[in-house]
Structures are given as C-alpha cells and as structure tokens.
C-alpha cells in the first residue's frame, strides 16, 4: 500500500518540507497569482505550501474572522478562480496546498449570533446561536442573546475561550455537520491536500480527530500554541480515533527552544525538549522557528521574534527531524541559503522520523549528528570557529555560513556544488567538494548541460571554486578509479542587473496627499497613513506629488496606498511597482469605501511635451479613446487647437498632450 494511502495524522518517513505562504499583512507577497507565478521554483524545494484562510471575510483580512465556508471564495488574496489555478498548479507541480481551516470560532455578518446561510452541493449550511458556546465571552453574548429573544448551546466551550468572534461548540450536531461538509468541500472540491487548524486550544482534540477521521486528509496540524512538549503530545493523543493520531502539531517547544538558543547565546540550550525530541512523537511534529504570529510586525506589534541568526536557526531546522516549516520572510529574505539548507537535507535523506545524537555542545555551541536514509548530516550552530572541527578523516564540510556547518561523512561519496539553483545577479561563485573515503577523489564538471564523464568535462580538485558567469546549466560529478558517479545538477540564471529606482507620482488632485508604502520587509514610510508629500513636479502640463524608491534586485516590488493622512480617505492598494509610475485619483469608490485609481504611465512615462507654433498641415485633434473632436484649418497652433478643451489627454496631429 502507497504511503500516503496509510497516512494517521500526518505520514512517517516523510521527507518533504514545507512552507508557509504567507505572513501578517502579506495582501500582496501572498496574492493567488503571485504564489502560483512562483510554482516552478517552488517545487523544487517545498512539498506543501500552507497558505492564508482563503474565504471571504467581510473586508481586508487575514482570514481568522472567518465569516463564508461554502460560498464566497473572493479574499483578499484573489478570486476563487485565481484560487482554484493556484491549487492545480501546484497539484501538476507535485505541491500540496495546506488550507488554513478556523473552526474554533466564527464571524457574524450584523448581530451577536446571525451566520450565512449558504448553499452547497443542494444543500443549504447555516450555523444558528444555539451553536455558541454557552458562556462565550464570558457571559457577555449569552446576556445580549437573552435580551434580544435567542438561545445559545446549553454546553460551555470545551476548549480555552476566545472573545473575538463567537466560539463554536462542537458537541453540537449541526456545527459537527457544518464543519465536516467544509472540510470535505477543501479537499474533494478545491483539491486542498489537507489542514493547518487555526487555535486548536479553543476546543476539545477528539473533534479534531472525528473531523480528520470523516474527511480523511493525508496532512493535518494543529496550531497548539504552548511551550510544553508534554501538553503539546497530550492534545495530539486526544486527537486519536480507534487507537490512532489523527493529526500533528506545530512543534512550539522547538520554536522557544532555538528563540532562546539564540537570544541568550546559550546554543547549549537546543537540547531542551520538544516534540521533535521524543521519537515517539516526531513524526507529528511540524518544526518551525518564525510565524506570523511571532515575527517582528512593526515598531508598535513587535511581537516575539528571533531576534538575530536567522540562517542558524534555519539551518538547525532544516537538518533535524520532524517536518520543517519555512517562514515566508525567511524564504524571501535569504533564499539561496535555504535552497542550499533544503539540497543538504535531500542528499542526506532525513525524514521526519530520523534519529539523532548529539556530537558535541556547550553555551557557545551545539553540534547533532542526524541519520538520514542515505547518509547522516552533521549540523553545527553558533560559534562554530570555538567547535573543535569534525576529523576530516571521518567527515567533509560541505556548506558554512555565519554560525552554522554543515558536513557530509566521508562515506557518502557524492559531489557537491554549494550553490543552490536558481538567480544570480552578474556571476556566481560555486565551491565543488568531493565527499569521498578516496584521497584521490576528483570532481568532473560541465556547464552546458552534458552529462560529465572521465573524458567529457573539466576535472577539479575538491575545494575549488568556479565563477560563472552567464545562464547554464552546471552538472558536476565524483571521480573516483576513472568512473564519474553521483552527478549533481544546478540550473543558474544570470541577470545583470544594475540598481536604479522607481518614482511613483499622482495627480495633485488632493491638496495634502500622504503616500503609505510597503514590501516584502516592511513599511517604507513609517507606519500608517504614511508620510506626507510635499515635493512636485510638472509633466505633461500636468501637477504630480512623487516620491521615489529604490530597486536594488530584479524581482524587488513595493506596494503603495495614497490618503489623506485619515482612515476615512485612502485609495485601494496598489501592488507589484518596480517601474515609474503615473496615477490618476477617481473620483468614485469601491465596496470598501477607498478610491479607486488609474493607471496612466503609458501617456506620461516618456512624453513630449508640446512646442505650441503654427502647423502646415491641417490639424486633427483626437480625444484619448481615438474619436476624431475637430478638424482645422493649416496654420492653426496647437495651443488653439486646444483650447476650452477639458483636462485631459488629446492627440493633436499624432502627439500627446496632457492638458
């Protein structure tokens, strides 16, 4: 029977790695689209992404104020169609896509207890206020309930309360048949591969586990958020349906345990216990050290984040067992480290059910030898200078960086290239190393994609490094006894790239026009509503506020929100900006109350600016949408041509004139 076909919770021996798609406030990096743009690259290093609640919410959100379950896919992240490309694609790509799923609790659309009534499958599904926890909100939603002439559920919450939203009580049968449709609706209608569950704390694991026992998903974890492993093994037991754990959790105790390795420089502190620790559970530990609960938001939401060595704590991550989970702004921020972190991983084999021992630690250092199925891996953090070095007789160190090492034993024999795939700005430096028990082991490399061989490539020693410097495709193999062996593949694009930047302008429609910007990293501008413009400028006849942003990478993009230093007059965000811009304010609004904008870069980006002298020709003036609006006379100026026209664009005798 195929593995996955046997999986209880989350499958043993499982070797894939995961990632999580999104962040706190991520509208734009986690866009449909912009995720499913990324597949191919993707899938070369993650098994399943987990991305945001992906239903609609009543406005801009994040997806934890659930509001639709069946019948309104159109989020902050893109339409339901762009939802369902995303998930098929990366299905073809051989990515599982990981549904957020919050069921502790649930958004009313106007009173206390009223929920949408929806329609699925010709069935119609609608919780009531009798599927609220009793004392939900501590008594409060019970007293306006009564006030109002409704009830709630008899039962209290089974789980931790939560005032935010209305708590669901599970024990009810409609909120049971509610849930298990949903369920069953993600993974058999949207092709979901399985679930994260938002805050299982809020309500008691065994429904975890008649939810996962009904809809059956091949990958399910819960975000117990406590820094006990034991409490943390205690819920995964309450999951168990007929004997068997029906879900993993996130490994919180291994996320505080490498958070306080590194924020009081005691690496000794990375053997405390965790999920991941005790072999009777790794298999349903899903490791990780940054979320978007944790991470550093802004000045004003610091939250509790890792405060510095964010590839060491990667790099401990993603060579220990357990499933490794990969922060969004870690990927981003520090991708060819992980790639290289996640090539490693691979070579060696490590699954989530790998067994390990300690090599060496103390405060300044921790060091673990990890058994994959092709090979151990050797993972050494902080002062790695201070470690007395593995003997090279027995091991062979194949990636380093600022407070991390990697090694390979010498009997793993295969060849490495430190660079992962990928883009490189200019050129790329790669170090060859030859893992092997032979002293005489050489590397035989090619860069047009030829498969090397004994006579076909450049043969290298171990240890030399290779500047490349224009798009190929590297294979490098192991020469030992004449015979090229274990041939690994890298693919490198080469941009050249040249740091400039990008000027965004709007129409000083708005006597006081503050811009709010923002990336992948953070804002720009300060935080809300931004700074505001003072400097102008005039093209095209036209007055522009602009500032401008600098483009230091190919792939850089920044966001921005134009307003009126207020939240009852912003623009809708506009997204993916690497080039000059023009936009122009409307003077209408969408569903949300924020104006909506044009996009006019093509009239204003490059124009000429119109020399008004006698023509001798006959003038034409056209209006932007080509309609021919006047005809006159040879000699007629262009400022006369013109005139009592609105502002606007218009072509006068094939030139643009912005009035």
Known sequence: MPLLMMAQGWPANYQGVM?????????????????????????????????????????????????????????????????????????????????????????????????????????????????????????????????????????????????????????????????????????????????RYDMVKGYAGKFTGIYNSDANPTYSVGEYWDGNAGTVTTWLNSTKVNGKIESAAFDFPFRYTVRDAINNNDWSRLANVSVMSDANYRQYAVTFVENHDTEYRSSSSQQDPIKKDTLAA????????GTPCIFLKHWTDCKQYIKAMIDA?????????????????????????????????????????????????????????YHYAYYLPNTAEVAWADRASGEYNKTVDVTFTA?????????????????????????????????????????????????VSKVMTRDYTIVNFNPTTATVYVRADWP????????????????????????????????????????????YKFNIIFDKGSNTAQTIDITNISSDKYYVLSTTTDSNGKYTVA??????????????SNSNKIVKVYDAEGRLLRILPSGTSTKDATNGLSRGLYIVNDKKIAL
């Open 345 to 401: 991983r691979k070579l060696a084999g490590i699954s989530n059910t790998s067994t390990y021992t300690n090599f060496r630690k103390n405060t300044a250092y921790y060091c673990n030898d990890v058994v994959g199925s092709n090979c151990d891996l050797l993972v050494a953090v902080g002062n790695t200078s201070a470690m007395t070095e593995p003997t090279s007789s027995q091991w062979t160190k194949i990636l380093s960086g």
């Open 314 to 321: 990667n790099a401990f991550l993603i060579a220990m067992p």
């Open 512 to 555: 006081t026009t503050y811009f709010y910007a923002w990336d992948d990293k953070g804002t720009l501008l300060g935080g809300w509503p931004g700074t505001t413009i003072t400097d102008v400028t005039s093209v095209g006849g036209v007055t522009w506020y602009y500032r401008s942003f600098p483009i230091n990478t190919s792939s």
């Open 599 to 612: 996009d006019v870069s093509d009239t204003y980006t490059g124009i000429t600016l119109p020399t008004y």
């Open 19 to 195: 990632l999580q798609g999104f962040y706190w406030d991520s509208y734009s990096a986690s866009q449909w689209t912009n995720l499913q743009s990324q597949a191919d690259e993707l899938s070369e290093y993650f098994n399943l992404v987990w991305i945001p609640q992906s239903a609609y919410c009543g406005g801009t959100s994040m997806g934890y104020d659930d509001q639709y379950w069946f019948s309104n896919y159109n989020s902050s992240f893109g339409t339901e169609a762009q939802l369902r490309s995303l998930i098929s694609t990366f299905k073809n790509k051989s990515i599982g896509t990981i549904a957020d799923v919050v069921i502790n609790h649930r958004k009313n659309i106007s009173t206390w207890v009223d929920f949408p009534a929806e329609t699925y499958d010709g069935t119609t599904y609608q919780l009531m206020s009798t599927d609220i926890c009793a004392d939900d909100d501590g008594g409060a939603t019970k007293t306006w309930a009564t006030a109002n002439g409704y009830t709630l559920s008899p039962n209290n919450d089974s789980g931790e309360g939560w005032s935010g939203m209305r708590d669901l009580d599970h024990y009810s049968t409609n909120v049971q048949t509610n849930v298990k449709a949903y369920l069953n609706m993600l993974l058999n209608d949207l092709g979901y591969a399985g679930f």
């Open 435 to 483: 893992v092997s028990a032979s002293a005489d082991a050489k590397l035989v490399y090619t860069t047009d994609g030829r498969t090397p061989t004994a006579t076909n490539g450049m043969q290298v020693a171990s240890g030399t490094k290779v500047t490349i410097s224009s798009s190929s495709t590297l294979k490098v193999g192991l020469l030992t006894n004449g015979v």
